[in-house]
């Protein structure tokens, strides 16, 4: 039963309540005097009014006349088991083939559907068995057979800065101020006022690749620890109370005097990503965009590198905090220690949700701390080869057929795949209970998105999480050190894309 049914019954309940019974404040006294004989009218009431369910909006229609495209292919290139996250990152949400009863796989076929039938035209899918950031420039160095393609976004931006997609301005139809383009990536991914790429309710795999903390819920009971939902909404979620709840959950379960990841108990369970976890829950960026849409490196390093040292800490206590890449162990691996009760946090992709749909573990979902009390907001980083966005290859030269489609795709996606993979996958089917679901909120909501990281200008982000993986010291002097080739890195694409702006205009 959904919050909105159960709240609407129980305020029936209550109108109900209110007519037939006496108010607590009434004398028994009072009530027999003023009860009516057997022979007296029948005292009648008037019907309680039962609150009606509110109406759902309006579906928001895109700026698209009716169309018809007399039954044309349309083909999508997306990723296959070889592409650069592999066969987790598999996509799923652009074409299905027939109605299954899972509730993505259904909605993706009521939007394609949906599409075919209004702009009459054939919908195709092919996965790449390379990558397809690879397999996209050579085909439109061939000529191009693709009408549009999923990349990471770091790829995204790869492939706008060397010429092999459209500026999104320039295809039609496609709006990015809507509501159903994400309009903080939008910021982020623009380059020198243009913008190669777009991601928002057309794709859920930027959901799933949205780094989030999971908490064992029976261990913090046992624990005896504060609410951790409680701390989230009241403010008072931050590094140094993370880092005290996760250090009171490790045990040494053989007594060897040396944790082992095989049968110890850990107050934190992640991936070497956390890096990035920590840094940008800050809300931190290394190279936020000046006044001319440029990313700059920040010149004030002070609270970075108060970050750098802090995370660099929590990660390098190896007493309390298991990371698998230093010892080669699987990120399925990670998962299964969670599973198996022996980790209070689990840091991950949202993806990792999914997978432990069969999981016995009761488990909740909140955003990674804030680093101190001077932050307002939370925030959540997002993968730059794992979360997927769109691009429209320049061999494609039938443009106003590409905008139509993929803007009404974004669109629909709205009311269909979200929907599906918010409001019923994961709020009803993944997450153990309405906190968690709240939590998703908070999470999708506060998403960030860094151009340094999110370009990999030089390896300049890389290095960083280098530091912060080799517990947080000599951060001023590596940063010193890799300006200069961050500078020459991003200079270099951000002429090209001069250039591009020049021969396309703009």
């Not at 488990?363 to 993968?383: A, C, L, M, R, T």
Request: hydrophobic share 35%.
């Amino acid at each position: 039963m959904t919050k909105r049914v159960f709240s609407i019954l129980l305020a029936a309940l209550f109108a109900v309540s209110a007519v037939l019974l006496p108010s607590c404040s009434e004398s028994k006294t009072n009530a027999d005097e003023e009860t009516a004989p057997p022979s007296a009218e029948p005292v009648t009431t008037p019907d309680a009014e039962i609150p009606e369910e509110p109406e759902e909006e309006a579906e928001i229609l895109p700026d698209i006349p009716e169309l018809d495209f007399g039954g044309e292919d349309f083909t999508f290139l997306t990723s296959g088991p070889n592409d650069d996250n592999g066969s987790d990152w598999i996509t799923y949400d652009v074409w299905v083939e027939e109605l299954n009863g899972e509730v993505i796989n259904d909605a993706v076929f009521e939007r394609n559907t949906y599409l075919q039938d209004t702009y009459k035209f054939k919908f195709i899918e092919e996965k790449t068995n390379s990558t397809v950031h690879d397999t996209l420039k050579k085909d439109v160095k061939s000529g191009g057979s693709y009408d549009a393609a999923f990349t990471g976004i770091m790829r995204g931006q790869s492939l706008g800065a060397d010429g092999f997609t459209h500026r999104m301005s320039d295809v039609p139809y496609i709006d990015l101020t809507k509501p159903w383009w994400d309009h903080r990536a939008t910021e982020d991914l623009t380059m020198l006022g243009a913008v190669y790429q777009g991601t928002g309710d057309i794709s859920v795999i930027d959901n799933d690749a949205t780094w989030i903390l999971m908490f064992n819920k029976q261990m913090r009971e046992d624990l005896q620890l504060e609410d951790i939902y409680d701390l989230v909404r009241e403010d008072r979620w931050y590094y140094d109370t993370f880092y005290e709840m996760l250090k009171t959950a490790s045990r040494d379960a053989d007594g060897n005097g040396k944790m082992e990841w095989k049968v110890d108990t850990y107050g934190l369970v992640t991936t070497g990503n956390t890096c990035y976890g920590l840094l940008y829950a800050s809300g931190e960026k290394m190279a936020p965009k000046n006044e001319e849409g440029i990313p700059t490196l920040i010149t004030s390093l002070d609270r970075m590198t108060a970050v750098v040292e802090k995370a660099g800490m929590i990660l390098g206590d190896l007493d309390n905090v298991f990371v698998c890449d230093r010892t080669g162990t699987s990120p399925e691996d990670l998962r299964h220690v969670f599973e198996e009760g022996r980790g209070l946090f689990y840091g991950e992709v949202m993806q990792c949700v999914t997978r432990m749909r069969d999981s016995e573990t009761d488990f909740g979902v909140i955003p990674w701390p804030k680093f101190d009390e001077g932050q307002s907001k939370f925030y959540n980083f997002v993968h730059n080869t794992a979360a997927k966005s769109l691009v429209i290859p320049v061999s494609q030269n039938r443009l106003e057929m590409a905008g139509a489609i993929v803007e009404a795709m974004a669109a629909k996606s709205m009311y269909t795949l979200t929907k599906a993979y918010y409001d019923v996958a994961f709020t009803y089917k993944y997450m153990r209970d309405e906190e968690s679901a709240e939590m998703l909120d908070i999470i999708l909501d506060s998403r960030s998105y860094d151009p340094a990281y999110i370009n990999d200008f030089g390896g300049f982000a890389g290095n960083i999480y280098n530091v912060i993986y080799n517990g947080g010291a000599n951060f001023a002097s590596k940063w010193s050190s890799q300006s200069k080739v961050f500078t020459k890195t991003r200079d270099k694409m951000f002429n090209k894309l001069a250039d591009l702006n020049a021969e396309r205009g703009g």
